[in-house]
């Protein structure tokens, strides 16, 4: 079954010059302390702790292994409460990633360079669980948490491939709440109003009894859009989660959750359109729905004080359903005799999954760590393409009709071994996957006397890595790494549905590595920071030349990183007290180049020479908080082709957000999303640009008990 093995290590023997003798050894956080802060054992709903957390990841935590890996946090209680999934807020401290923004609430989130649509080159993980559709076949993150219910994102850069996936993107980790411990009953509830009849709540109750934790919530969020029409959106989605403490010290978690999503598509513009001030929309009837459904069922235990144990089983329903109207080209209404009709898409993923995980201290001192773990992953993916007879059809005759299965069992292993200040952690993945795809109905194959398409592949790929840290002095170190990750063919380009499309018979992953070295310290009550030099390497991407799917070459993305945050309060004063004013920047310096293929010499989509993101957040204990932040991002092209209708100009973005304690159990909540009213576009689609929103308002209030 297992067919082809590859991907050496003989990348590795590539300048280790760029990083090796670089590290952090930060001290093993204790099994106990590990649980717990994976827990997060007072609930999000509580604003008394006001906790900020280390803006990376501690060398171990749990049955992770950080050391010698360059990983950002994204604390949320150092922000005001983040309205409407607002990633621009969300992101704000965290270099590295590009938001291309939209309409809907879908995310899109690029990774130095590479294409940001729906996040498909992250790993996206809620509490350590894949969320993509598919991990392979169809990576797209059509679902995210709402943020609040989420304690902090933990992001792991190009060394994520060996614990979580292939991606080359590295992994994007949401953390959410667990029950609090100090209440048998806690109920919150928040309210928001805005522009563009903007409605959203949120209401949670958590608390303990006896051995039994709960926390369950309900997110609704709508707004009709800043579109002319058709940019409207209705979102649902309410979970429970359930942790049970056994008498073995072990813990029992259940987490069952619904969401449902419907957003209108408005089409692009064009450049015209844009400039002149024209957001009318383009397509009146295009519509996207969202289903999923799923339960995970997760146990964890600490066997010994040196040791820690998780396994979680978990299922996903997952349905993406579109309509979209024939005809039209970039930024036009469509037109022509194949506007009459419709194009109705509904795929499928019936997703199950493993995943066990140990981690166990060893050597005289039990100063060394060793980290393993396997995954066992299927799923289960029917797609559907219908042709409507009307533009607003939501059924039709049957054109397309395939059948997707995706087997996938990596098994991974890392070992930190803790020299004094100096530690060295190689890590090795062996990814066994099989992808099948089957054509049964095409009617233009069919038509056109061709044979319906079928591929099946088994494939097992070696992936390695090295991290290295050194403390320097306490709370400073240097780091480096370098690991490999790969991308395969997904579906489409597995098997297209075109009767002219030709796949390259060499068709091959595309095959990643990353180097990294960098430099983090926490030297003083008021300075943190972390920067970086990384070099990317991506060979072998998959990709479309006239009619045919090959691998259409390599590109080199190459860089810095730089993150700081100054208490400009304890600065000045000497001293740490509960009123702070912190000013914070990052900022990713970016050249990226395809240097192989047909595109070489063009800029890959999405790389922005610059990425700088800064502002002020002044807190006053937990009364109130506010946060003056500005994003700024050089112009790039939305294509790897460079085309001047995919250009995307630079762009300035302020938002101003705010959280206020009025009463112990009552916070009010603003923002100011877009201060400044700047016109900007940061996303462009074969339809057109897809504008993004004006300057916009809300309020609200949370009321907790």
Same mark, same amino acid.
């Given at each position: ?6 991907? +050496?290590?003989?990348?590795?023997? #590539? ?51 950080? +050391? ?5 946090? #994204? ?21 590295? @990633? ?49 943020l609040e219910t989420v304690d902090r994102l933990e992001f792991v850069h190009g060394g994520a491939a060996l614990q979580y996936g292939p991606q080359p993107g590295g992994a994007l980790n949401y953390i959410t709440h667990r029950p609090r411990t100090d209440e048998e009953f806690s109920l919150r509830s928040q309210h928001i109003i805005g522009d563009y009849d903007l409605y959203a709540t949120f209401t949670s109750a958590d608390g303990t009894v006896g051995k039994l934790g709960y926390y369950t919530y309900f997110n609704h969020r709508q707004s009709d859009g800043f579109r002319s029409a058709n940019s409207d959106y209705d979102l649902n989605n309410g979970a429970v989660k359930l942790l049970y403490s056994m008498d073995n010290g072990g813990q029992l978690i259940l987490s069952l959750d619904t969401y449902e999503e419907t957003h209108g598509e408005p089409g692009g513009l064009t450049r015209e359109d844009f400039w002149a001030g024209n957001r009318q929309a383009t397509r009146l009837f295009d519509t996207m729905t969202i289903e999923r459904d799923s339960a995970t069922l997760t146990y964890e235990i600490e066997p010994t004080p040196d040791s820690f144990f998780t396994t979680s089983l978990w299922w996903t329903d997952y349905t993406r359903y579109s309509a979209r109207q024939r005809g039209g080209g970039f930024g036009t ?38 980290? /393993? ?49 100096? +530690? ?60 490999? /990750? ?68 390599? +590109? ?54 610059? #990425? ?62 877009? @201060? ?12 057109? #640009? ?16």
């Amino acid at each position: 079954m297992l067919q082809s093995l590859r991907f +050496s290590l003989r990348p590795f023997c #590539i300048p280790l010059s760029f990083g090796v003798s670089l590290l952090q050894a930060q001290e093993t956080i204790a099994p106990r302390e590990a649980t717990e802060l994976n827990a997060v054992v007072v609930s999000a709903e509580s604003e008394s702790d006001g906790i900020v957390q280390d803006p990376w990841l501690p060398s171990v935590i749990g049955t992770s292994i950080y +050391s010698g890996k360059k990983t950002n946090v #994204i604390d949320f209680d150092n922000l005001p409460k983040v309205v409407g999934n607002n990633y621009r807020q969300a992101l704000s401290q965290t270099p590295s @990633l590009l938001l291309s923004e939209e309409s809907s609430p879908l995310v899109s989130i690029g990774y130095r360079g590479l294409n940001p649509h729906r996040a498909q080159f992250t790993q996206m993980l809620r509490d350590g669980i894949p969320i993509h559709a598919d991990q392979f076949g169809y990576p797209e993150a059509y679902f995210t948490p709402p943020l609040e219910t989420v304690d902090r994102l933990e992001f792991v850069h190009g060394g994520a491939a060996l614990q979580y996936g292939p991606q080359p993107g590295g992994a994007l980790n949401y953390i959410t709440h667990r029950p609090r411990t100090d209440e048998e009953f806690s109920l919150r509830s928040q309210h928001i109003i805005g522009d563009y009849d903007l409605y959203a709540t949120f209401t949670s109750a958590d608390g303990t009894v006896g051995k039994l934790g709960y926390y369950t919530y309900f997110n609704h969020r709508q707004s009709d859009g800043f579109r002319s029409a058709n940019s409207d959106y209705d979102l649902n989605n309410g979970a429970v989660k359930l942790l049970y403490s056994m008498d073995n010290g072990g813990q029992l978690i259940l987490s069952l959750d619904t969401y449902e999503e419907t957003h209108g598509e408005p089409g692009g513009l064009t450049r015209e359109d844009f400039w002149a001030g024209n957001r009318q929309a383009t397509r009146l009837f295009d519509t996207m729905t969202i289903e999923r459904d799923s339960a995970t069922l997760t146990y964890e235990i600490e066997p010994t004080p040196d040791s820690f144990f998780t396994t979680s089983l978990w299922w996903t329903d997952y349905t993406r359903y579109s309509a979209r109207q024939r005809g039209g080209g970039f930024g036009t209404l469509p037109s022509g005799p194949t506007s009459t009709t419709n194009t109705i898409e509904n795929q499928e993923f019936q997703n199950f999954g493993l995943d066990a995980r140990y981690r166990l201290n060893w050597g005289a001192e039990k100063q060394h760590t060793l980290s /393993s773990g396997v995954q066992f992953y299927t799923s289960d993916s029917p797609r559907e393409d219908r042709r409507g007879n009307t533009p607003d059809a939501s059924n039709g005759t049957l054109r397309n009709k395939s059948q997707r299965d995706v087997f996938y069992a990596p098994v991974f292993v890392e070992n930190r071994f803790q020299l004094g200040k100096f +530690s060295m952690t190689p890590g090795l993945r062996i990814e066994n996957f099989n992808q099948e795809v089957r054509e049964l109905v095409n009617v233009d194959k069919t038509t056109d006397g061709k044979p319906l398409g079928e591929k099946d592949q088994s494939d097992t790929i070696l992936l390695g890595g090295l991290g290295l840290e050194y403390e320097t002095t306490p709370g400073s170190a240097i780091y480096a790494n370098v690991s490999q /990750s790969y991308r395969p063919a997904i579906f489409i380009e597995a098997v297209p549905t075109g009767p002219n499309a030709l796949i390259n018979n060499d068709l091959e992953e595309g095959k990643a590595i990353e180097y990294e070295v960098g430099y983090r310290s926490r030297p003083t009550d008021w300075l943190s920071l972390d920067t970086s030099v990384f070099l990317m390497q991506f060979e072998d991407q998959i990709g479309t030349v006239g009619n045919s799917i090959e691998n259409v070459g390599n +590109s080199s993305h190459k860089g810095i990183d730089v993150s700081a945050t100054v208490g400009l309060l304890t600065l000045a004063t000497g001293a740490k007290t509960a009123t702070t004013l912190d000013w914070f920047i990052n900022a990713t310096f970016l050249d990226a180049e395809f240097t192989e293929g047909p595109r070489e010499g063009n800029t890959p989509q999405y790389a922005a020479d610059s #990425i700088i993101r800064s502002g002020l957040t002044y807190r006053q204990g937990t009364k109130a908080i506010l946060t003056l932040a500005a994003t700024w991002v050089d112009d790039h092209y939305a294509d790897d082709a460079n085309t001047a209708s995919f250009a995307v100009p630079s762009y300035a973005v302020w938002d101003l957000t705010a959280e206020y304690q009025v009463r112990e159990n009552l916070r009010l909540l603003a923002g100011v999303n877009n @201060l400044f009213d700047a016109d900007y576009f940061t996303r462009v689609r074969g339809d057109g #640009i897809d504008p993004s929103m004006a300057r916009n308002v809300y309020v609200g209030a949370s009321v907790e008990f």
